[in-house]
Structure formats: C-alpha cells, structure tokens
C-alpha cells in the first residue's frame, strides 16, 4: 500500500498523481477542496431535461431527432469545480500559469499542485489543449484550453479556434479514455467573444462530434455561469439536439 500523501502540504505533484490514481472514486472523496460536489447522475440530460419542463422551442431544426446523443448531453449551470466528472476543461490562457476567471477558480480548488504540473506542460497554443491531473478537485483531471481573444465579431479564424477547442479537449477525452467532461463558455469573459455566437459553434461543434463518438462518452456537460448564458444555451439546446 502506498504512502498517504496529503495534497495541501506535498510538494511533489508526480508523487500526489500516482496517489490518486491509485484510490478508489470513494477514497478520493475525502482529498476534494469541498464537500458539496455535485455527480454525474444528479446532472440530469438533456433528454431528461426536455421531458420535464419542455423549454423553449424553436423552428424547424437542420438536424435529425436523436434519442442516443440527447441522453449524452447536459446543461448545468453552477461552479465547474465543483463537479465530481472524469475531467473538466479550463479557459486557460496561453501561459497556462493561471489568471482570473474560470481559471482561477480551478487553480484555487485544485491546489498548488496544479500549477506545478502545468509548468512542465510549457504553454498551450490558442485552440490546443493539455492534460493534468485534477488534485484536489472532484473531477479526476482537468483539460486546459486556450480559447481565441477577440474585439467586436469574430473572424473566421476566431470561429476556427473556438471549435479547435472543444474538438482538441475531446480528443484528450478518448485518448485518456475518459468517459465523462464538463466544458465551461471558453473566451466568452475575458477573452471577449460574444456568447450567442460562441454557444452557436459550441453546440454544432458537440452535436457533430457526438454523432460520430457518442458510444465512446457517457455525457458532455455544458457548465454555464451565467444567468445570460443559461438563456442563450436553453434557446439554443432545442435547434441543436431537437426531442421530438
Ligand atoms: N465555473 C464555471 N464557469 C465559470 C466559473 C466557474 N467557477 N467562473 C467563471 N466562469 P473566463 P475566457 C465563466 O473569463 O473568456 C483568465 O484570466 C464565466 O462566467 O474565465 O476564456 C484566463 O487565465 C464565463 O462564462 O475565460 C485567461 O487569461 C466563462 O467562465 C482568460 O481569463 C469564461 O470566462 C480566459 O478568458
């Protein structure tokens, strides 16, 4: 049985990885910054959602009604670090040192161990994405994006980078075999891209990769913050992931 390692006094992020990797999802519990961590099965989808309290509908969607890929999508509106997922994505920036925002609070939940793993990683090109452990958070590791900055419209290499994102982050989700990811509104707060368009490439971007990889994922979440974006998403959800 290995060393217990204390993650608000080690200095060795390697060492505290190895340690949770080696834990049950139940002895990781008692590692986590908070104690009112929200899990996958109380994220209710999308499908689930619809069902209940039929939001908004739009016209006539583009896209086909389907069951399989309305049950892998969710909307949640709260602290992405609070949630107990395989990972959840950051809005980095391109130091990957931490800053303000969603980032911010995902450092300051994890620990500093995070930080520690992030300098080995040397920086992230807007629209890459880089894997870490997650710590002290709920979530097992945390993708780090680097979403495009933008004033006023954005160009089609803005609208490029923001699918970059979701697609790289995605593919760190199959490469590491992780089932389970929550994304929050990337570059739509500092960064400045407008939210009603960034949630438009959001959701084609997850409608597309989830027709093609669905059977490879249990649910994507869509973490929103904001009161404004909950409202964009939920108008939105109809036309993208049409129930009936
Ligand atoms: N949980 C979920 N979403 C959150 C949280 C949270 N705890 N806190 C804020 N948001 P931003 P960006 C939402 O500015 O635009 C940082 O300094 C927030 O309401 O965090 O990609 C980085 O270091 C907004 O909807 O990210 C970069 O320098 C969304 O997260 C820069 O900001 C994204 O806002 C990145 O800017």
């Given at each position: 049985m290995a060393m217990k390692v204390d993650l608000k006094t080690s200095i060795d992020w390697k060492e505290a990885k190895a340690f949770l990797k080696g834990l049950s999802d139940k002895q990781r519990e008692e590692h986590?910054?908070?104690?009112?961590f929200v899990s996958l099965k109380k994220i209710p989808t999308w499908k689930d959602a619809e069902a209940k309290g039929a939001p908004d509908k739009m016209g006539k969607s583009q896209y086909q009604v389907d069951g399989a890929v309305n049950e892998k999508i969710s909307i949640f509106r709260g602290d992405i670090t609070k949630l107990q997922l395989d990972a959840i994505v950051n809005a980095a920036n391109?130091?990957?040192?931490g800053g303000g925002g969603v980032d911010g609070c995902i450092h300051r939940a994890a620990g500093h161990l995070l930080k520690e793993e992030c300098r080995t990683l040397h920086r992230c090109e807007t629209g890459k994405a880089k894997i870490t452990g997650g710590y002290r958070?709920?979530?097992?590791y945390v993708i780090h994006t680097v979403g495009p900055i933008v004033q006023g419209d954005p160009s089609p290499s803005h609208v490029q980078e923001l699918r970059s994102c979701y697609r790289n982050s995605l593919q760190l989700v199959l490469d590491n075999s992780l089932r389970s990811v929550a994304f929050p509104c990337?570059?739509?707060?500092?960064?400045?891209?407008?939210s009603e368009a960034a949630a438009e490439v959001v959701l084609g971007t997850l409608r597309e990769w989830l027709e093609e990889?669905?059977?490879?994922?249990d649910r994507l979440v869509i973490c929103v913050f904001l009161e404004k974006d909950e409202k964009i998403y939920r108008k939105l959800l109809p036309y993208f992931f049409p129930v009936a």
């Open positions: 986590y910054f908070c104690r009112d391109s130091s990957l040192m958070l709920p979530a097992k990337i570059s739509t707060g500092v960064f400045g891209y407008p990889h669905k059977d490879k994922v």
